[in-house]
């Protein structure tokens, strides 16, 4: 089968740059490389040693491709995703547009690889945050039931796109020059964020939930296909670069032992899980580049007898989002579904 023809829509930003180096490292076979930005500014990406220009997006442009990855904006997602698919054209979409869509495959392969079945052109991939939860304890899921989970999110900057890096590097530059943090015209995140911490990604909703966190509960009840599930969640942005952590808090329906506990996790596909007191991951050193999921500080809740506690570690640009999607692609290739 001829290699793919292979469309990154978002080639210019943060999960792009990701997307194209997993490409080449992986060694996807690609036919033709169509790279898009948003044509507002001037953009150039390398691919394989060769110099690409990126350019504004058509439909017509997107059908000449096998697979396009979709890693911009919602509303390009929405503005080609569906019509895209139904013109015959794989589509793997990282915004979140299409993901709580019934007829779209919310996808972690490492948990629910079996909704890549065909009947969606279009699949989605999962929000940066929830991942670390969705593997690290998918199995403790299906074995002792997870009825309720609290959340404290840490989340990098990244995460936010390209822009929120400029912000957190500009104000830390500014600070080792000038001795105090500024309040940068334009920032991207709703607060400065160099030496701070604040209890906000995205914008609230009428009951005081961001939309992250609201993402982060109905994303992880689809994937794990228990409406029932009840999740809260508090997500903070922290001046972390790259790599998400979370606080867990998990209650089950049936009763366990730590040690059983401690297996499913360590058996879970695409977790590393540390079982010592003191080799828990970070995302300095767990989270950047790295493609499992770290999982570390199993304890018993005081709180219940049915809860536990686990701290987890994921890259939000790799396992959050362009890993995330190149496992996705390379599923499709084994099938022999990515034609020319
Ligand atoms: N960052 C993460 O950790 C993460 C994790 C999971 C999912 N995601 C999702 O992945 C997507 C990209 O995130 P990011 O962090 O890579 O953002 P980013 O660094 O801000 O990059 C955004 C990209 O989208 C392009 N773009 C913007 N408007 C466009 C338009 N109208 N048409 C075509 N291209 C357009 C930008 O091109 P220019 O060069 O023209 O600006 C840039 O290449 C978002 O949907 C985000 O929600 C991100």
Not at 56 to 75: N, R
Not at 230 to 236: G, H, Q
Request: net charge positive; aromatic share 8%; hydrophobic share 40%.
């Amino acid at each position: 089968m001829p290699a793919p023809s292979i469309g990154i829509v978002g080639a210019s930003g943060m999960v792009g740059g990701e997307l194209l180096s997993l490409l080449e490292k992986r060694r996807f076979p690609v036919g033709r490389l169509l790279p898009f930005n948003s044509g507002r500014r001037e953009a150039f990406i390398t691919f394989r040693g060769k110099k690409y220009r990126c350019s504004a997006p058509t439909l017509a442009a997107l059908k000449e491709c096998g697979l396009v990855f979709f890693v911009s904006t919602d509303e390009v997602s929405a503005r080609f995703g569906k019509k895209l698919a139904a013109a015959g054209t794989w589509c793997i979409d990282d915004s979140s547009h299409f993901r709580l869509d019934p007829a779209v495959p919310l996808v972690i392969p490492e948990v629910n690889a079996a909704e890549l079945d065909g009947r969606s052109r279009l699949i989605a991939g999962p929000n940066c945050t929830i991942t670390g939860a969705a593997v690290s304890l998918a199995r403790v899921h299906r074995r002792f039931r997870i009825k309720e989970l609290r959340l404290a999110t840490y989340q990098a900057v990244s995460g936010a796109g390209k822009s929120a890096m400029e912000q957190l590097r500009a104000e830390l530059v500014h600070w080792l020059k000038k001795g105090r943090v500024p309040d940068l015209p334009g920032r991207k995140l709703p607060h400065p964020i160099a030496f701070n911490v604040f209890p906000q990604v995205g914008g609230f909703d009428a009951a005081g939930n961001s939309s992250e966190e609201n993402k982060v509960s109905a994303e992880l009840k689809k994937i794990w296909r228990s409406p029932g599930l009840r999740v809260s969640c508090t997500a903070v942005r922290v001046p972390v670069l790259r790599g998400h952590s979370l606080a867990i808090w998990a209650r089950t329906e049936k009763t366990w032992t730590l040690p059983a506990l401690g297996r499913e996790i360590a058996a879970a596909e695409g977790v590393e899980f540390r079982p010592g007191r003191t080799d828990y991951p970070t995302p300095l050193a767990e989270g950047d580049r790295t493609f499992k999921v770290y999982a570390g500080r199993l304890r018993r809740s005081e709180t219940h007898a049915r809860e536990f506690q686990l701290w987890a570690v994921s890259d939000n640009l790799y396992k959050g989002a362009a890993w995330n999607s190149v496992q996705i692609a390379e599923k499709l290739l084994a099938a022999g579904k990515l034609g020319g």
